[in-house]
């Protein structure tokens, strides 16, 4: 009787011990929880996954919009047009596993862009948000891993200037065009961000004059000024 009863509590303990093992990180899941409460998760066009937010989210089906690896960390979210209505959320940036944010199209967002300053980054899309989308800071953190960023018709706000150059220098497609909120100047060391192929800055409030680096770029195929 009491080997049944022994058992069994070591089958329990098994049970939870594989149970958590396969679960996502607590930490991540605060964080989704928190972009859910903070844009009005309730009334997202697909909100599957979310309502009812557990442990077992990577597993055996993942949420709207999430992407895990194999160890249940959160290596993408992408939730574009799905009526995302409030404040972005700076514990965003605590996501150091994320390797693709994509929030465009969601006319209800604004606030200031969560700044990563380590992490593996490497794709953030913001296109079409409503604004104000204060991203001062984030122009201006380094993160090598970032490759593409694009905030076209976002109603930016923030400032270029060198620190885009050491903080991106893997960047290979920037698209800033129809922001007037963005000010600064292209920056005389563009060149050292080696690998860029895309680059738009129409109609924003960037200024000055052409640096003759911009003409170092092996890589550049499209650029759009003015």
């Known amino acids: 009787m009491a080997g049944d009863y022994t058992l069994s509590i070591f089958l329990l303990l098994v049970h939870f011990t594989l149970h958590f093992t396969n679960a996502i990180n607590l930490d991540e ?4 929880q928190t972009l859910y409460n903070a844009t009005d998760g309730l009334n997202w066009r697909d909100n599957i996954g979310w309502v009812d937010i557990g442990i077992d ?4 089906l993942e949420a709207t919009g999430i ?3 194999n160890d249940h960390h959160i290596i993408s979210i992408i939730l574009n047009d799905n009526n995302l209505r409030g404040t972005i959320p700076r514990e965003l940036s605590s996501l150091s596993y994320l390797e693709i944010l994509d929030l465009s199209s969601n006319i209800g967002l604004h606030g200031t862009m969560p ?3 380590y992490g593996d980054l490497s794709s953030v899309r913001m296109v079409g948000v409503g604004g104000p989308l204060e991203m001062t800071d984030f122009f201006v953190s380094p993160l090598s891993s970032m490759s ?7 109603n930016v706000v ?3 200037n060198n620190n885009l150059c050491s903080g991106f220098p893997n960047l290979r497609y920037l698209s800033l065009n129809d922001n007037l909120g963005i000010q600064g100047e292209i920056p005389s060391c563009i060149d050292q961000i080696g690998f860029l192929n895309y680059l738009n800055i129409q109609h924003t409030s960037i200024a000055g004059s052409i640096p003759a680096s911009l003409c170092s770029l092996g890589y550049l195929t499209e650029l759009y000024i003015g």
């Open 67 to 69: 992407t895990c690896d």
């Open 115 to 117: 700044v990563w300053s």
């Open 29 to 32: 899941l605060f964080v989704l």
């Open 148 to 154: 593409r960023i694009d905030v076209t018709n976002s």
């Open 158 to 160: 923030g400032v270029i």
């Open 57 to 60: 989210l990577c597993a055996p």
